[in-house]
């Protein structure tokens, strides 16, 4: 069964400094996965997603998320962050069609 | 927020109320879900419908029903639901339910049951 672990409940940093969010996956074969964030009383939005193509996947608002088979994981970064960057971020593994599996998130403090 | 829309955002209700939770898509997707996000526990999957049909219950008491009438509308009626049901539940679509394809949430309907 795939699985996900977010390694991080929560994250805080100051703005400008970079941001990085840790997340390992379980998988018995190469899977898909994707990042999605989720500003307060707003849906998930996509921020990107790994589908086998290049192992480092750039996303929308300057992220990007690197796949390591080998440590089985894809952190998500971003070089500098920004106050509206304070959100709660989902690391998720689809192991089959239409089924995603999401980690318990990730909530990204942003310090002035 | 005009790809995919819920209403009521809010809602409480009581144990012996009936209510339903309306989603459109405007997106022209075939594929629609439900998932329920409750506090510290990750997103859960709870029904998949595809061109109208549903291919997923992922073993969802009966007191929730779904209904999914065409590919741009799904609903969520509630009966006898339980104060432990008090939860965000999301709708989401995709173009088709497969493998890679991206899934676009709407902003949820915070549900309160007393």
């Known amino acids: 069964a795939q699985s996900v672990t977010q390694l991080d409940s929560h994250v805080s940093v100051s703005e400008g400094t970079p941001v990085l969010l840790r997340c390992n996956y379980s998988s018995s074969y190469s899977p898909s996965l994707f990042w999605y964030v989720q500003h307060p009383n707003k849906g998930l939005q996509l921020l990107l997603k790994?589908?086998?193509?290049?192992?480092l996947v750039k996303g929308i608002n300057g992220f990007e998320a690197e796949f390591k088979k080998s440590e089985t994981s894809f952190h998500l970064t971003k070089p500098s962050a920004h106050m509206s960057d304070a959100a709660e971020y989902f690391c998720v593994v689809q192991p089959q069609a239409q089924k995603l599996v999401f980690g318990q998130g990730t909530r990204l403090t942003i310090n002035p | 927020e005009t790809g995919v829309t819920q209403t009521p955002r809010h809602l409480v209700m009581g144990m012996t109320n009936k209510k339903s939770l309306k989603c459109e898509q405007h997106l022209g997707h075939n594929a629609m879900y439900w998932y329920k996000q409750s506090a510290k526990k990750p997103l859960e999957l709870m029904f998949v419908?595809?061109?109208?049909?549903?291919?997923e219950n992922n073993s969802v008491p009966s007191r929730f029903s779904p209904e999914c009438p065409n590919s741009s509308h799904l609903f969520l009626h509630l009966h006898t639901l339980q104060p432990e049901d008090s939860a965000l539940y999301l709708c989401?679509?995709?173009?088709?339910?497969?493998?890679?394809?991206?899934?676009?949430f709407g902003p949820g309907t915070r549900l309160l049951v007393l």
């Open positions: 790994y589908t086998s193509a290049a192992t």
């Open positions: 419908y595809n061109f109208k049909e549903q291919t």
């Open positions: 989401a679509s995709s173009q088709e339910p497969a493998y890679q394809e991206t899934q676009y």
